[in-house]
């Protein structure tokens, strides 16, 4: 990274405030960790996903270390939890006077550990808070968030994307306290990712990096994070997926946690907007609904890319134009088992103007260019195999 130049457009504040721990075996410590930064914890809540960490030996050899602790299990989180998943689990952290939470998994078990940990101490609906009906006053449980994938970066992040099925509509959050108080990132945890899991975790990570570099809202500071992520991912996503290697593995998630404390200031966009209705109307995995417009918005981002920026990327991503870096990005997507055109995942052409229509617009408002619903219907046509 020694050939970036410092633009000193330091215009938006930076702000991170969640303690790291990264490292191999780093979770046999956790008994140490949260001595040493969270005094006073009595009643610990650990939450999971249904099956994952169930047969993972490394985590329940390190939980082992917390039985001093009072310690119960939440372990119905779906992929997508919805807002009545945030609000059972945040009745059951106040019926047990939880003083700790342990969020162990993937972005949805983060996401909903950090939402029901802030609404536990927060009077009022999810809902109503998301849609800023209701204000945020108080500070959440303590939470240490702990990946299992090298993905969502929600461990180092101050978002929680909740699905409202029932509306089919997402009802999120964007809050400074949403933070996890401690990420514990163990590469160990994810050795145990399926090849599908390690691809689409990976590509959600690397697409938000790209989102944050071309955001307006980036920075010389979101800029180095965003550039060093795609740098490692480029280098070691297609190993991790398919050779499970673990120096591979251990990159990726290191990578993740980059473009997490990255991105957290200069948040995922376009992508990550075009995903949503994907992921509402046709259940569409989170990272292959986000990577997929990837190679296909990239050029007319580009473009109003600033020369500096775009040199930047190119000679991070090693390629020697826009054109071949569009290149790479559909073969790396292909070579991680998923698709680059939209009728491969189910989707007809005659289905574009609902995906015009449900994407959350409030998204596009960082882009470098301004994109109507007639440009965002030629560029999703576009995305159609002949």
Request: net charge neutral; glycine share 4%; charged share 20%.
């Amino acid at each position: 990274m020694s050939n970036i130049l410092i633009n000193h457009n330091l215009d938006n504040e930076w702000f991170h405030p969640t303690k790291l721990f990264f490292g191999k075996s780093i979770l046999n410590n956790i008994d140490n960790i949260i001595k040493s930064n969270l005094p006073n914890i009595d009643k610990i809540l650990i939450v999971t996903g249904k099956s994952h960490l169930k047969t993972n030996n490394h985590f329940k050899n390190s939980v082992k270390n917390l039985d001093e602790y009072d310690i119960k299990y939440f372990s119905d989180i779906d992929p997508y939890p919805s807002p009545d998943t945030v609000e059972i689990l945040s009745n059951m952290m106040k019926e047990n006077k939880i003083s700790l939470v342990i969020a162990a998994g993937g972005g949805s078990v983060m996401d909903a550990s950090k939402a029901a940990s802030l609404l536990s101490r927060n009077d009022g609906k999810w809902i109503d808070f998301s849609k800023g009906i209701k204000t945020i006053e108080n500070k959440g449980i303590p939470l240490i968030a702990i990946p299992t994938t090298s993905g969502s970066s929600s461990e180092v992040t101050k978002f929680a994307t909740i699905w409202d099925w029932n509306n089919s509509t997402s009802s999120g959050m964007n809050h400074p306290l949403l933070f996890p108080d401690i990420a514990i990132i163990d590469p160990e945890l994810t050795m145990s990712m399926p090849k599908n899991l390690a691809a689409t975790s990976g590509w959600d990570a690397l697409t938000s990096s790209f989102e944050s570099f071309w955001s307006n809202d980036s920075n010389d500071i979101t800029d180095l994070y965003a550039l060093k992520s795609i740098s490692i991912f480029f280098e070691n996503l297609e190993n991790s997926v398919n050779k499970n290697i673990f120096e591979s593995r251990e990159n990726c998630a290191l990578g993740a946690t980059i473009s997490g404390v990255g991105y957290s200031n200069s948040r995922p966009n376009l992508c990550h907007a075009i995903g949503t209705p994907l992921t509402l109307n046709w259940k569409i995995t989170h990272g292959q609904a986000v990577c997929i417009s990837l190679p296909f918005f990239l050029p007319y981002i580009f473009d109003k890319l600033s020369a500096n920026k775009q040199k930047l990327l190119i000679e991070t991503c090693k390629v020697s134009n826009i054109d071949s870096l569009v290149v790479k990005l559909k073969e790396m997507i292909n070579n991680c088992g998923l698709e680059t055109y939209i009728n491969n995942i189910g989707i007809n052409k005659s289905e574009i103007d609902l995906i015009v229509d449900q994407t959350p617009k409030e998204r596009l408002l960082p882009l470098p260019i301004n994109l109507s619903n007639t440009m965002l219907k030629k560029i999703i046509s576009s995305m159609y195999k002949n």
